[in-house]
């Protein structure tokens, strides 16, 4: 099984639209089930993106096989084209350096507010609180799509949802192989 974990309406809807599921709750969560996959938007921030996970954690109960990932938009510096798909291969979050994947060389920043300032390379608010609750589980992963270069004023909702649909099939190519 396939646990999503995605801090937006707008990007679950991506999904939505792609493989139909059904609409449910998870505690104080929305939740999307289908066949192959159980989505859980979390809403912004990492206490949000930890709780939402572990919510889902507790409620399926899930085996060590199950497949973990954090999909969702991030900000970029101009190394980065908009649209880019990026699997995160390590986080900094308050100056500490937490390794998912050694061999995947992008780092993202995870900060607890909007980063309007071309200060990292890659940065996000939800990456380490969904780290921190799957830290049981091996197969976990967090790809996330330029969205901007630290301009948050410029994201849309309907952007970010084409964003996430635009990877949807390379992203699941990859969890899946």
């Known amino acids: 099984m396939l646990y999503i974990v995605i801090a937006l309406k707008s990007e679950a809807q991506a999904f939505v639209d792609k493989y139909k599921p059904t609409k449910a709750k998870c505690g104080d969560f929305t939740l999307f089930e289908g066949n192959r996959l159980k989505l859980i938007v979390s809403g912004i921030g990492i206490d949000n993106a930890r709780n939402a996970t572990v919510a889902m954690i507790e ?52 900060k607890e507010s909007e980063v309007s300032q071309d200060l ?40 970010s949802k084409k964003l996430i649909f635009s990877v949807i099939d390379e992203i699941m190519r990859e969890v899946e192989a």
């Open 59 to 110: 409620h399926f109960k899930p085996q060590k096989r199950d497949i973990f990932i954090n999909i969702g938009i991030c900000g970029a510096n101009k190394k980065h084209k908009i649209g880019k798909l990026l699997k995160i291969g390590s986080i900094i979050y308050e100056d500490k350096k937490y390794i998912i994947d050694e061999d995947i060389l992008n780092t993202l920043t995870c």
């Open 120 to 159: 990292y390379e890659i940065a996000d608010m939800e990456s380490f609180g969904f780290f921190t609750a799957t830290k049981e589980f091996k197969n976990r992963y967090i790809y996330k799509v330029v969205s901007d270069h630290f301009e948050p004023s410029k994201v849309t909702k309907e952007g």
